[in-house]
C-alpha cells in the first residue's frame, strides 16, 4: 500500500463501520503513525478491558515495509 487511502480502502481500514467502533464499551481503535511524517502504518484494537487486572487484550495490525524495526514495540510502550 502507498498511502492513507490504499490503506482506507483496500484494507478496509478506518471505515465508518471501524470509527463506529467507538461507540462500543469494551473496544477502542487507534492508528499508528509514523513521528516524523505521520503516515499511517498500521493499527490497534483494544478489546475485553478488565478493570479489576488492569489490562486490555490488543490486537495489532503494522505494513509489512515497517515489520522487524521495533516499531509495535515502540507504539505498545507508549
Same mark, same amino acid.
Given at each position: 500500500?502507498?498511502? *492513507?487511502?490504499? +490503506?482506507? @480502502?483496500?484494507? &478496509?481500514?478506518?471505515?465508518?463501520? %471501524?470509527? &463506529?467502533?467507538? =461507540?462500543? #464499551?469494551?473496544? /477502542?481503535? %487507534?492508528? *499508528?503513525?509514523? $513521528? $516524523? @511524517?505521520? =503516515?499511517?502504518? !498500521?493499527? /490497534?484494537?483494544?478489546?475485553?478491558?478488565? &478493570? =479489576?487486572?488492569?489490562? +486490555? $487484550?490488543? +490486537?495489532? $495490525? *503494522? !505494513?509489512?515495509? %515497517? %515489520?522487524?524495526?521495533?516499531?509495535? @514495540? =515502540?507504539? @505498545? #510502550?507508549?
Amino acid at each position: 500500500m502507498d498511502c *492513507i487511502d490504499d +490503506v482506507m @480502502t483496500n484494507a &478496509d481500514m478506518f471505515t465508518d463501520n %471501524w470509527m &463506529d467502533a467507538y =461507540e462500543t #464499551k469494551n473496544r /477502542y481503535s %487507534w492508528a *499508528i503513525q509514523l $513521528e $516524523e @511524517t505521520g =503516515e499511517v502504518i !498500521g493499527r /490497534y484494537f483494544g478489546m475485553h478491558p478488565n &478493570d =479489576e487486572l488492569r489490562q +486490555v $487484550e490488543l +490486537v495489532c $495490525e *503494522i !505494513g509489512q515495509a %515497517w %515489520w522487524n524495526q521495533g516499531l509495535m @514495540t =515502540e507504539a @505498545t #510502550k507508549k
